[in-house]
Every structure is written in C-alpha cells, then in structure tokens.
DNA sequence: TGGTAATAATTACGCACTTCACTATGAAAT
DNA sequence: ATTTCATAGTGAAGTGCGTAATTATTACCA
C-alpha cells in the first residue's frame, strides 16, 4: 500500500497554498466558492470547509492507525475511557455519554471488544439493568501500548505548531463547537 | 426530537469552558489528559482532540442537514461538484479525485442519485470505458436551493468570529492537513 | 501485430454505525 | 400493590463506505 495515501484518500489532489499574507487556503475550494458568494461571506464558508477536510483527514487516520492493531477509531475510543475509569470498569450507557454516541453503538463495540478479550462485561450488582465493561488484563496492555504510540504519532505533526498556535487551533475549534451548541438550543 | 441533539449527539455530556487566558478548553479531555502525559506534549493533544470534536460535529451537523432534504454529505457534495464542472458533468473517476474518496463510493452515490432522478449517467463519446455523470435539470434546481440553504446554515455560525478567526481557523487546519500530508509521505 | 500492463467502472462482500422496536428492570404515584 | 413512566441494554433492518476481485476498454511496446 502506498504511504503516501490514507485509505484511499488521495490527497495529492487536495492542493494547499500559501497566501500573500502567509496563511495557508486551499484553490479549489476558493475558486469554486467566490462566483456566486457574497465576499463577506466567504471567510466562513472556507473556513467551514477547511474544518471539514482537517476533520475528515485526522478521523482517517485515527481508523486507518487502529485498524494496524485490529481496533476501529471507537473501539480505541472505548478502551481508552475504560483505562482512565476507577477500577477500570464503567456502564454502558455511561460509555455512551462520555463517548457522545448512542447506547446502541457502545453494544457493538464492546460486542466486538468482548470477542477479542480485551473487555468483558460484568452484572452491576446494584441496578439490575446495568451492564458494566471492565478491561481485561490483555484489553489493559493493549490500550497502554496503543496510547503511548498514539501519543507519539500525533506529536509527530503537532510539534510543528508553535504553542500559540496549538491553543488558538484548540480554541477556535471549540468556540465554534460551543456556538453550534448554542444554535441548535433554539 | 429534542432540538438541542444533534442525531444523538448528546452534546449536553461534553462540557466547554473558558480557560484563565479567555481560551475554551474541554476540561474532560484535559482532566483525563494531563495525568501520565508530558505537558510539553499536552497542548498537541488537547489541539488534536478538539479538532476531533469540531469535526464530527460538524460532519453530523451536515450530515442532519442534507437529511432534511433526502440527501447525505456525500451526494449533496457530488452535486456540489457536478454544478461547479463544466457542462455539469464528471467522469466517475474525476468525481472519486475531487471529493477525495474512493470509485466504489462513487459508484454508491451516483446510484442513489440516478434513482431519485437528480443525475443521470452518459457514456463518454472519447473513451468507451468511462461514464459521466450529468445533472439533470431536477438536480441542478435542487442543488441550488441547497446550496443558498447551506450558506445560511454555515453562516448563522461561522458570523459570530472576527474576519481574523476565521482566517485563523482556516489556516490552523490546513496546515494540519499540510503537515500530515508531509509526515506521511516519509 | 499480438501480448501485456494500466485504467474505468462495477459486482460481491464485510464492517461500523444508525434508527426503530422490544424486553427487562427500577422508580414514582395513587 | 398495581399502574405508569423512565432507564438500561439489545435484536433486526438499513445506510454508508471500505477492500478485493471481475469485466471491459485502452495504452504501450517488442
């Protein structure tokens, strides 16, 4: 398989340049978008669409970087909050919450989690209903090994970002999640 | 539907405050973060998840809203481009490049639109392999009443940054898409 | 010219995830 | 105590998107 490219994402094709004032943009989506767009609109719509690229590319890689160890992006996800919960175990639908994802999604994955050994799931004995996820001795090593090289490939591109730039690329992103919030609260 | 989910993105669960320095930060994913983890490598991650965050929302967000309107991002994008192209028609191939995904997807999409009467294929005259897809006039009206639809939906957002951010924002992933391309091409 | 490789699209198949409906249990109310 | 509603988890069916193999056509080249 070709290094160069995630899954089939050819990213050759995407183009990226830099402006005269120094900030990257991407031509493709400038020329499609400035016939037939109000100037004044058009910051957001790039921008918008800047996110959405950088969203879809870190979410393949993510996939792409857990399938080499046989997990998806939300199975990692799952052993990941495990390992940081007290004795390693949570309920189901408290995995779906940290998660942001519906209950029905948590079974699957903890389905095939189960399969694989790394998690089981044990009866809570105060509420009946509730069904816990506990890591395994072999689920505990793998997500630790797994972090530690996660850790160090994200690194291996965000290093190349000032500290500034890390906070601001934080916050503007999560300023932006905050007024979706707030928009779709009406 | 509760108005204030996306899906069910219980978006109520993922707390985002101010930081001391009038930044957002998500103090969940910094709690779970900052032990076991150098600090010098925090302010990657925390970026990196955040980004995250912003992007499947914001893939959801379209997602939902091409919904609304019987479609899915990925069909209302092919009809994107399909308006953009010249004579409104693509080859299956110049389609799979452009939205950066794979033919067989194409393929999927193409089908879906050819059934609801918004494309229609044709065989190109200069090679005998390749097929075009070709807007019908059903699907360029559609497209572009989406399209204003869109713009409105993005802009509600993206209106409450400064020129500035948005700039910012838009450079901050890029260069995160630049660099990745970068580091995997090693 | 004939044989081989490359390319375009598709079929067959699998995985991840979603929605909807359903069962089991707990909590609350009269 | 029984009815009613909320909560926890799961089965069934459908969608979107991925890989691998297949078919048809074109390009290349000794």
């Known amino acids: 398989m070709n290094r160069s490219e995630i899954k089939d994402f050819p990213m050759s094709a995407l183009r990226i340049e830099l402006d005269r004032d120094g900030c990257y943009f991407a031509p493709d989506t400038r020329g499609m978008l400035n016939k037939g767009l109000p100037p004044d609109m058009l910051a957001g719509i790039e921008a918008w669409a800047a996110l959405r690229i950088a969203g879809r590319l870190t979410h393949l890689n993510m996939e792409r970087w857990a399938e080499q ?60 209903r509730s069904v816990q996820a506990q890591l395994t001795p072999a689920g505990t ?46």
Chains 1, 2 share one sequence.
């Open 69 to 128: 160890h046989g997990l998806s992006e939300g199975r990692m996800s799952v052993l990941f909050r495990l390992r940081k919960a007290p004795e390693q175990r949570l309920a189901m639908n408290e995995l779906a919450l940290g998660l942001s994802t519906t209950p029905r999604n948590v079974t699957g994955l903890v389905d095939n989690l189960e399969r694989d050994g790394l998690v089981r799931r044990v009866p809570d004995p105060e509420d009946r």
């Open 141 to 186: 090593e793998k997500i630790d090994a797994l972090w530690r090289s996660s850790v160090e490939a994200q690194t291996a591109v965000t290093k190349r970002f000032t500290k500034d730039e890390l906070k601001q690329l934080r916050h503007l992103c999560l300023k932006l999640v905050q007024l979706m919030k707030e928009e779709m609260s009406r």
